[in-house]
């Protein structure tokens, strides 16, 4: 037997005074302001707005931030000291209700459409407004922290949450300042999460009642109506994904990364479900980082100081480091616990699949502890295809590795989504498309540039189906991707023979150590070979379908790069 959601009884939009929320339109004033905790005594809230707070808390630390959030009934924590929290409503990010505010610094450079919305300076104004005054009379929690382990490219991050919990998060994830520069540090950006905060949808400029908006004028992100954590990190991932390509020519990518003890980095791009996690975490090569990175010249670099991992269906024995990381001062999100008892159902998905864990990145054993390193000897493209059509691992030209940035191709299978009952194509933009706010060729002629000025080898890797597609065939084996891995870096797939794929013009090896040869051309584990040309067409076709869209400005060597379907379907 099953718990609920953990902690359902402090669901954040239906148990406001157990949570020390207030409705919107209840704030009052308080006569004092307390300070708790470590803080530029320069730094006054006022200034941006924020006015009679009751307590502020600035920079706690972990210890601190979990006895706050147990003490107003917020958490609890598991039998492996984790802080176990519940974020109401929203359980993943509301790529809707994301905003882009419009103004003479972004109308031109922003890549309207799609994931950026456009909003005015004028309705931004409004709700910043209507959020700093909702803080009144609140409790806050203010962090101060920093984005890009590379200090050149350093972003200082003023984060100010009304949860102690949500400020934990921005303690985990974003890199730590040495206790002596609290006492002088700036911020470059400035983050407000209310979640208590809910608008009134067109009444006030948005689709619903929440919303998260980024001002690169202004320089601030506001997030209202929604205590999911992912809006506070990728906030900032886009903006980095803006500022970093457009003002400093640094890549930036939405990868994991690693490197051998000889300097060899290893990037390993990836949607959720593709293994981007758990093919990075090798015990040979130390982490450098599990989602958020730059490029620039010779230097990967990561953003952040923790990782977000997935926790459903986690075991110690898939999972080790992300196993042994939830301990104290990790958050665990939206999971459940076995019936009377603290300990965590790793299995648990009645409120949602995407139950997560928060925690530092030293939490990794073999974690960089300064998370930069060289330039990446080999690139991973890693995919989830349930159509059983794409090899195990194959090798990409210049062409076609821009060509599958930009689609940034896997799969959805039952079970994965709601409504989702056959596999389904999903492309995501240079495998990060919603936090992509320029052009996307912009990030794939960076990615050109330096593959056409260096010896860097670009893999695609298949971790999804083979035999046939699902319900067919089976999952690709995790002990042979490994191995496939462990080829490619060591160089050993550089000296075997190779040969093209009929219609994706990738380059297959026909042998590979510790591999069946047998599985290296996926036709071969077809037993009807008819069907698995049919089905290799038909994605070939959702490619190209799905490329029209880049088509006007991409390079002559990506449009080259398409699969050529051999027959119509």
Avoid at 23 to 36: H, L, R, Y
Avoid at 122 to 146: M, S
Avoid at 183 to 203: M, N
Avoid at 428 to 456: M, Q, V
């Amino acid at each position: 037997m099953q718990c609920g959601c953990v902690c359902a009884s402090f669901h954040f939009f239906s148990a406001q005074k157990l949570l020390g929320l207030r409705p919107q339109n209840s704030a009052t004033k308080t006569g004092g302001m307390n300070i708790v905790g470590f803080k530029n005594p320069k730094a006054n809230l006022e200034t941006i707005g924020i006015k009679n707070t009751k307590t502020q808390y600035w920079n706690l630390n972990a210890e601190e931030l979990i006895e706050e959030t147990i003490k107003r009934g917020q958490g609890v924590l598991s039998d492996t000291g984790a802080l176990a929290i519940d974020t109401g409503e929203f359980t993943g990010r509301s790529p809707k209700d994301k905003f882009i505010v419009k103004d003479d610094g972004t109308k031109d450079s922003v890549d309207w459409g799609g994931f950026n919305n456009p909003i005015s300076a004028e309705t931004f104004d409004k709700l910043y407004n209507k959020l700093t005054a909702y803080l009144q009379g609140n409790d806050i929690f203010v962090r101060d922290c920093y984005a890009c382990a590379d200090d050149t490219y350093r972003l200082n991050v003023r984060v100010i949450t009304e949860a102690p919990w949500a400020n934990l998060f921005a303690y985990n994830m974003f890199l730590r300042p040495e206790k002596s520069e609290l006492s002088t540090i700036e911020p470059d950006w400035l983050v407000l999460q209310a979640p208590g905060l809910l608008c009134l949808g067109a009444e006030d400029g948005i689709r619903q009642h929440n919303f998260s908006i980024l001002n690169f004028t202004r320089k601030i992100a506001i997030i209202g109506g929604s205590a999911y954590t992912g809006e506070i990190k990728k906030g900032i991932f886009t903006v980095l994904n803006y500022v970093l390509p457009h003002e400093k020519k640094v890549l930036a990518m939405h990868c994991s990364a690693n490197v051998s003890k000889d300097g060899d980095v290893a990037l390993f791009f990836g949607l959720s479900g593709t293994g981007k996690t758990t093919l990075s975490a090798d015990p040979n090569r130390p982490l450098i980082g599990d989602d958020e990175h730059g490029w620039i010249g010779n230097s990967v670099f990561n953003f952040e100081g923790g990782c977000y991992a997935k926790t459903i269906d986690l075991s110690a024995e898939k999972e080790p480091d992300i196993y042994k990381a939830i301990r104290h001062g990790a958050i665990l999100e939206n999971i459940g616990f076995y019936e009377g008892t603290r300990t965590v159902d790793f299995a648990y998905k009645n409120k949602t699949e995407n139950t997560r864990v928060s925690y530092p990145i030293h939490y990794i054993e073999n974690a960089l502890k300064k998370s930069v390193g060289g330039g990446p000897k080999n690139i991973f493209f890693l995919t989830y295809d349930a159509f059983g059509v794409l090899p195990p691992i194959s090798r990409l030209n210049v062409g076609q590795a821009m060509y599958f940035f930009l689609s940034g191709f896997t799969s959805k299978v039952a079970g994965t989504e709601a409504g989702v009952t056959e596999p389904q194509t999903t492309f995501s933009t240079c495998f990060g498309a919603p936090f992509l706010p320029l052009h996307p060729t912009t990030y794939a002629s960076l990615l050109g540039e330096k593959l056409r000025n260096s010896d860097i080898r670009v893999w695609l890797l298949n971790t999804g189906y083979t035999a046939g597609p699902y319900g067919v065939g089976k999952r690709m084996s995790l002990p042979h991707t490994r191995a496939i891995i462990t080829e490619a870096l060591n160089g050993a797939l550089d000296k075997v023979e190779y040969e093209t794929h009929p219609v994706f013009g990738v380059s297959m090896p026909k042998s590979c150590a510790n591999v069946p040869a047998s599985i290296l051309n996926p036709r071969n584990t077809w037993s009807d070979k008819a069907a698995y040309d049919i089905k290799a067409n038909e994605l070939a076709l959702a490619f190209n379908k799905n490329f029209e869209k880049f088509a006007a400005k991409a390079e002559e060597e990506i449009l080259n790069a398409a699969p050529k379907a051999l027959h119509a379907v």
